[in-house]
T-cell receptor
Framework: SAVISQKPSRDICQRGTSLTIQCQVD?????MFWYRQQPGQSLTLIAT?????????ESGFVIDKFPISRPNLTFSTLTVSNMSPEDSSIYLC????????FGQGTRLTVV | QKEVEQNSGPLSVPEGAIASLNCTYS??????FFWYRQYSGKSPELIMF????GDKEDGRFTAQLNKASQYVSLLIRDSQPSDSATYLC??????????????FGQGTILTVHP
């Protein structure tokens, strides 16, 4: 199984600011995914991070709000821009290596 | 719209009993199915996956898949208090641009009481 390191593990941010979350994998993977888990809810896919091309966003998520970088096959970042309290969630990085594995998540609180 | 539905919880079972968790999916193109366990404040942990119709056993866990009925289940035998968690069912349609993308159910909270 892939080992995924995600940071920060948690943060409290002021509304209107941005936070960049980093995801590092211990092996090269073609596809990385970013999910959001709102309080008391299940996971929802935000986007697929593709190496060498723009991320592919799911319905309801846009690049201006959640810009994603994928500079190489082991690393990706997700930025949550112009945050509001509604963005308070756990953000999870995931990779497909036969099966889907998750990083430990970033618990974001926007005040 | 692709949907994954899990039986409503919370589910409470006594220690040593069998816990049965159920899941249905709407996308007939779904090919792979996963069960994740999520402890409060932690990220999901993969505990079982199944691709073929029938049963798949791993220790105290048995996953069952019936593609004709679009039904997936997870049985936990000899339930322990440490099994108390939220269990998430997920489906993957590996075709085309959907490869690797998981659709999750809403989760079922399981409590195993001593």
């Amino acid at each position: 199984s892939a080992v995924i390191s995600q940071k920060p593990s948690r943060d409290i941010c002021q509304r209107g600011t941005s936070l960049t979350i980093q995801c590092q994998v211990d092996s090269q993977v073609t596809m990385m995914f970013w999910y959001r888990q709102q309080p008391g809810q299940s996971l929802t896919l935000i986007a697929t991070a593709n190496q060498g091309s723009e991320a592919t966003y799911e319905s309801g998520f846009v690049i201006d709000k959640f810009p994603i970088s994928r500079p190489n096959l082991t690393f990706s970042t997700l930025t949550v821009s112009n945050m509001s309290p509604e963005d308070s969630s756990i953000y999870l990085c995931s990779v497909q290596s036969g099966k889907a594995f998750f990083g430990q998540g970033t618990r974001l609180t926007v005040v | 719209q692709k949907e994954v539905e899990q039986n409503s919880g919370p589910l409470s079972v006594p220690e040593g009993a069998i816990a049965s968790l159920n899941c249905t999916y709407s996308d007939r193109g779904s090919q792979s199915f996963f069960w994740y366990r999520q402890y409060s404040g932690k990220s999901p942990e993969l505990i079982m996956f199944i691709y073929s119709n029938g049963d798949k056993e791993d220790g105290r866990f048995t996953a069952q898949l019936n593609k004709a009925s679009q039904y997936v289940s997870l049985l936990i035998r000899d339930s322990q208090p440490s099994d108390s968690a939220t269990y998430l069912c997920a489906a993957e349609n590996a075709g085309g641009t959907s490869y690797g993308k998981l659709t999750f159910g809403q989760g079922t909270i399981l409590t195993v009481h001593p």
